[in-house]
């Protein structure tokens, strides 16, 4: 496991070991991210109530997950790239930010598209979504801190700090649906329990979860290996690997 | 995909015509998937490409032969690219 954990920080190790990843993971994200989203379209009973559009549930709800999720891995990277100084650590948090900050966007957009047919509006100041649109905000501040600096130590310092202090709006996203009770419905999935949503719009939704954290990762990998290359466009490994290919 | 929605398989809809309006709902809906297709697409694309091109222009420096630096960290060029930057502001 610590030996595990010791490669991962070493580039040239990173890099192979990526690529045979990404030969896997691509094609699962992608099929699975097909098979939900032709599912969630049309083969999932519609709602009784809101009819059609609640189709949108089925890349809404995944993309918000995943755009949680993945600040708890950019807040993991800050606190490793703060504690440890690993570098991998910093170019981690350089490829998820903006990919999460995609996902709160696709999040936003959705809801709002989803917002006007359902509630009248396309945006209201709902705890929820304005608690989202600070996630946005700290994703989108660690990508501009990241351009901000020069030296790539003070940058991911920085962007380290950012993180780990918003990771503050974490909780408050996850209870704002219960603290102000609102527009938003409270969450139907349950870990413990009975969840209050059919298994016939279940099943495609936690295909399309799924589908959402492999795209995340892939998304992030292809990111941390583009970056890679960049900065380790002079060693010695990288040549021999592109001279070989 | 028309008359199936007794059969066999489960497609909710009757016809193409019937699932691209979804009752009404057809442009919320399909707008919706079409922007995050979109987005994803230019997410998976956008590193593909920076990747292509650092590899290209590795691949074109290593055939003139330019010097094969033997750095061996980015430590070393993170360093390099500071220190031409001083070089400009020194007097």
């Keep these: ?245 | 995909m028309a008359e199936r929605s007794s059969g066999a398989v489960l497609v909710y809809f009757d016809s193409f015509a019937a699932a691209w309006a979804m009752a009404g709902h057809g442009p919320f809906v399909w707008s919706a998937y079409g922007l995050t297709f979109i987005t994803l697409a230019y997410l998976i694309f956008t590193p593909l490409r920076r990747s292509r091109m650092t590899m290209l222009s590795i691949r074109a420096e290593l055939k003139r032969g330019a010097p094969n630096g033997r750095h061996t960290s980015s430590q070393s060029v993170a360093n390099g690219a500071g220190a031409q930057r001083e070089d400009v502001h020194a007097p």
């Design chain 1, 1 to 245: 496991m610590w030996s595990f954990i010791h490669k991962l920080g070493s580039p040239p190790w990173f890099y192979r070991f990526s690529g045979q990843l990404i030969r896997w993971l691509l094609p699962i994200a992608i099929t699975t991210c097909c098979v939900g989203a032709i599912w969630g379209l049309l083969f999932a009973p519609p709602d009784f109530r809101q009819g059609n559009s609640y189709r949108i549930i089925f890349i809404h709800v995944p993309a918000a997950v995943v755009a949680l999720a993945g600040y708890y891995a950019l807040a993991f990277a800050g606190l490793a790239s703060l504690v440890w100084k690993i570098k991998m650590a910093d170019t981690a948090m350089r490829a998820i930010a903006p990919v999460g900050a995609a996902l709160t966007f696709i999040a936003l957009v959705t809801g709002a598209i989803w917002g006007k047919p359902t509630w009248g509006a396309w945006w209201v100041w709902d705890a929820r979504i304005t608690s989202m649109l600070i996630l946005l905000f700290l994703y989108l501040g660690v990508v501009a801190l990241f351009e901000a600096y020069d030296n790539k130590a003070a940058a991911a310092k920085a962007c380290a700090v950012l993180s780990l202090v918003g990771t503050v709006n974490i909780p408050i996203i996850y209870k704002s649906v219960d603290w102000w009770y609102s527009l938003h419905q409270p969450a139907s999935i349950k870990f413990t329990g009975e969840s209050a949503i059919d298994a016939s719009m279940l099943y495609p939704l936690l295909v399309n979860i799924a589908a959402f954290y492999a795209l995340f990762a892939v998304v992030v990998v292809l990111n941390m290996r583009a970056e890679l290359m960049s900065t380790h466009r002079r060693s010695a490994w990288l040549r021999d690997l592109v001279g070989r290919s």
